[in-house]
């Protein structure tokens, strides 16, 4: 906690008096203690002066909207998609009801009791939904990690953070379980689909890549004499930038059949330099990847048309984790293969993996999505 007003007891010799001066705003003030009859000594002007020492020595506790700016400078995370997120949180619901208050106000009671009654930003005329659980835990975090900043900083005291109090009730309970697809429902999927974006399901499926790990692929990342591809890259709405995790960076085994996929796909494509994308947009001239929001509604156009449930690109990553089940994979080798971060525990448990065993999960894995 920081003192932002410093003062000073002086003695004015042509008036002789005592005076108490500091500085508030960039600007000097004063207040006349009395005179030498008073206070014959500086002890006397010096406990005259107290009760506004008290006040003027009090620590300023900085104010939500300011520790908010601050933080965004100085810890917020760099990755392009997990800023963008925490700057939503911040600006559309943290600052309306919190910017001007200190932030020694948000304690774990109040916060709680905010959270419940948290609704979405609707556009104007649209009734507001209730924020979901999973919402709520994001903003809780958020208030947690400034709470830990101003710790940090000094401008409050060490203590427990209040967040670590905050209850958020469903948060616990699996609202929608992962959509993992059968070997048979992709197959009827993925002939559905048109180039490139077949080839970004199969690659998606066959080494159990997040969407913007698929589409940040250069051609410089495949080993063809090793036939392996190396992951170096995200990118989330045309920002590239680092992997989710470090343990994201991998080289992957790629099977025959996946070097002859993107073979095909260099060959077909104008953008086929080492340092183009796999993927290049035709749109951008190359400079970008086709986009996200093309690759989804193109898997859910190829999914009606397949007669099977909805479900987003990320399950072309969860149904990875499933065959990998599917052909016998022990747990240990799944575990590095979604390269997983915060599974490290689990990891010294099992052991370490060989590379063949990578390559021999990865080639099952390819043989049942590429086939006839």
């Avoid at 042509?14 to 030498?36: F, I, M, P």
């Avoid at 925490?86 to 009801?97: A, M, Q, R």
């Avoid at 609704?119 to 919402?135: F, I, M, Q």
């Amino acid at each position: 906690m920081k003192a932002r007003k410093p003062y000073l007891i002086v003695f004015s010799k042509s008036l002789a008096t005592w005076h108490l001066r500091w500085y508030e705003n960039g600007a000097r003030k004063s207040k006349q203690l009395g005179d030498v009859r008073e206070l014959p000594t500086l002890e006397a002007a010096k406990k005259k002066a107290a009760p506004l020492v008290k006040v003027l020595t009090k620590p300023v506790v900085p104010l939500v909207r300011d520790l908010v700016d601050e933080f965004k400078a100085e810890r917020m995370s760099t990755r392009f998609s997990t800023r963008r997120a925490g700057v939503s949180w911040f600006e559309n619901h943290i600052l309306p009801k919190w910017g001007d208050s200190p932030i020694t106000a948000l304690q774990a009671r109040p916060v709680e009791l905010w959270l419940r009654e948290l609704v979405k930003v609707s556009p104007a005329g649209e009734a507001p939904d209730k924020l979901s659980a999973k919402s709520k835990v994001h903003i809780r975090g958020l208030i947690g990690q400034l709470w830990d900043y101003a710790m940090w900083r000094g401008e409050v005291e060490l203590s427990r953070n209040p967040m670590s109090l905050v209850e958020i009730r469903g948060a616990t309970t699996e609202k929608r379980k992962p959509r993992s697809l059968t070997v048979e429902e992709f197959q009827k999927f993925v002939v559905h689909l048109e180039e490139p974006i077949r080839t970004i399901a199969l690659v998606c499926v066959c080494l159990g890549l997040r969407i913007s790990e698929c589409l940040a692929l250069q051609w410089s990342d495949v080993d063809w004499f090793r036939r392996e591809l190396r992951l170096e890259r995200g990118i989330v709405r045309g920002h590239v930038g680092e992997l989710k995790t470090a343990g994201s960076r991998r080289q992957m085994a790629l099977a025959p059949e996946m070097i002859d996929l993107l073979s095909a796909r260099r060959r077909a494509t104008e953008f086929s330099e080492p340092d183009n994308w796999i993927f290049a947009s035709p749109v951008s001239i190359g400079r970008l990847p086709i986009s996200y929001p093309w690759v989804l509604v193109s898997f859910q156009d190829a999914a009606q048309k397949a007669g099977i449930e909805h479900f987003g690109t990320h399950s072309m990553r969860h149904s990875y984790r499933s065959w990998l089940d599917a052909v016998g994979t022990p747990i240990a080798v799944q575990q590095k293969l979604m390269r997983h971060a915060d599974i490290r525990t689990t990891m010294n448990i099992y052991g370490e993996v060989v590379t063949d065993e990578l390559k021999v999960a990865n080639l099952a894995v390819a043989k049942m999505a590429i086939r006839a």
